[in-house]
């Protein structure tokens, strides 16, 4: 069963804009990540971020955790069109034994 | 490492075959987890191994599926008979501790096809 839900479902910006994309879960979690997918390939992973902490970097990426609200935000700073992609939150809610869950993600699109 | 592996990439099958997906992890990984990705459903969670031993397959559609890990090295998803409504990308994916702290790593997936 799907925990998260990501929103937008798609977004287009142009390069050097910043994206903001959104996460919401239903139950308690220990941590939450956030991976991305290129057209036809495997997930890759870009984040962790553990329910005790507010706020995480890495590089051109921020992503923010708000467990009162249950729900998280990813921000590409910077985009460049090598960041077209799809983009997906995972849970580790107790309904999955703690396996990952992932949303359906969000899609997008940085045109040059 | 070559990362996580699954064979083959795509497959095209009659409905009522029986399918074989493939998957060998990154080595020294104790976790191990079959996805399925569709475009209605996105990405669900068929089924995840820790140790070689099935944790939980709740997410597993029907007994028309089945999955095993003989060995630490290679696990196999079978879909018998298979139908058109199994048409879907599957992934396998491994971590090196539990999946609520530490990153997964997906294989390049398996696009299945019945017709």
């Known amino acids: 069963s799907q925990q998260g839900e990501e929103d937008p479902q798609a977004l287009s910006i142009q390069e050097g804009e910043n994206a903001t994309m959104n996460c919401s879960y239903k139950t308690s979690i220990n941590n939450l990540q956030w991976y991305r997918q290129n057209s036809g390939r495997g997930l890759v992973h870009l984040i962790l971020?553990?329910?005790?902490?507010r706020e995480k970097h890495s590089g051109r990426l921020r992503v923010t955790l708000d467990t009162s609200k249950k729900s998280s935000s990813l921000l590409i700073t910077a985009s460049r069109a090598a960041d077209t992609a799809s983009y997906f939150c995972?849970?580790?809610?107790?309904?999955?034994?703690?396996?990952?869950?992932f949303g359906k993600g969000t899609s997008l699109l940085v045109t040059p | 490492d070559a990362g996580v592996i699954q064979s083959p990439r795509h497959e095209v099958t009659e409905m009522g075959q029986e399918v074989t997906l493939r998957c060998k992890p990154i080595?020294?990984?104790?976790?191990l987890f079959w996805y399925r990705q569709t475009m209605m459903r996105g990405l669900e969670l068929l089924i995840y191994?820790?140790?070689?031993?099935?944790?939980?397959d709740s997410g597993m559609p029907e007994d028309r599926f089945s999955a095993k890990m003989p060995n630490a090295s290679f696990s196999t998803l079978k879909i018998q008979p298979s139908e058109p409504r199994d048409s879907a990308v599957y992934f396998c994916a491994s971590s090196l501790g539990h999946p609520a702290d530490t990153e997964a790593f997906f294989g390049q997936g398996t696009r299945l096809t019945v017709v």
């Open positions: 080595s020294g990984h104790d976790y």
């Open positions: 191994f820790n140790n070689n031993v099935p944790i939980d």
């Open positions: 971020i553990r329910s005790n902490e």
């Open positions: 995972a849970t580790d809610g107790s309904n999955s034994g703690y396996a990952l869950n």
